[in-house]
T-cell receptor, first 113, second 110 residues
Framework: NAGVTQTPKFQVLKTGQSMTLQCAQDMNHNSMYWYRQDPGMGLRLIYYSASEGTTDKGEVPNGYNVSRLNKREFSLRLESAAPSQTSVYFC????????????FGAGTRLSVL | KQEVTQIPAALSVPEGENLVLNCSFTDSAIYNLQWFRQDPGKGLTSLLLIQSSQREQTSGRLNASLDKSSGRSTLYIAASQPGDSATYLCAVRSDYKLSFGAGTTVTVRA
């Protein structure tokens, strides 16, 4: 029962470095999402993919890119990391439909120095 | 733009007391509202989902109400236990996307 798996769990980067956060789900869900969580601000949507082959910007997309590699995998890339991108990143997936319950991964804690 | 607010930001109660957590949202055109639990260093776990046509939803000691017209939801946790200590977030679905509140951090004292 893996659900939504995120890698890595922790990462420290220097300003200007790049990295890719990986996310995979084994629930055959159509939709996948990337959020960031900052203290006192709740989760904010970065990008989402309603179905394989499509991606759309969320509330805070600047500085990020995404790839929906296949139905299972949705990656988030930071091309040139900035200290403002220090955050906890969560990936989620959902099957769609009237309820569209989202299931979350355990998160990636990223620090940019 | 949907704004979701949760007050208070933190709450501490003795074991056995009932918990009342509040959530308000600005745009009543929603599909549903979810309550999540988040433990420190962990992801989010869905507790209850209320469709826009429903007034309440129950699961064990948890009961969530929804008043869409006034933009409010309340999560009740009966007879709190130390294991209920966590952060509780509400999220409103307006289309594909969820808009989250910042959460209420609950501490239940033994």
């Amino acid at each position: 029962n893996a659900g939504v798996t995120q890698t890595p769990k922790f990462q420290v980067l220097k300003t200007g470095q790049s990295m890719t956060l990986q996310c995979a789900q084994d629930m055959n869900h159509n939709s996948m999402y990337w959020y960031r969580q900052d203290p006192g601000m709740g989760l904010r949507l970065i990008y989402y993919s309603a179905s394989e082959g499509t991606t759309d910007k969320g509330e805070v997309p600047n500085g990020y890119n995404v790839s929906r590699l296949n139905k299972r995998e949705f990656s988030l890339r930071l091309e040139s990391a900035a200290p403002s991108q220090t955050s906890v990143y969560f990936c989620a997936s959902s099957s769609g439909g009237s309820k569209n319950i989202q299931y979350f991964g355990a998160g990636t804690r990223l620090s940019v120095l | 733009k949907q704004e979701v607010t949760q007050i208070p930001a933190a709450l501490s109660v003795p074991e056995g007391e009932n918990l009342v957590l509040n959530c308000s949202f600005t745009d009543s055109a929603i599909y549903n509202l979810q309550w999540f639990r988040q433990d420190p260093g962990k992801g989010l776990t869905s507790l209850l989902l209320i469709q826009s046509s429903q007034r309440e939803q129950t699961s064990g000691r948890l009961n969530a109400s929804l008043d869409k017209s006034s933009g409010r939801s309340t999560l009740y946790i009966a007879a709190s236990q130390p294991g209920d200590s966590a952060t509780y977030l509400c999220a409103v679905r307006s289309d594909y996307k969820l808009s989250f509140g910042a959460g209420t951090t609950v501490t239940v004292r033994a």
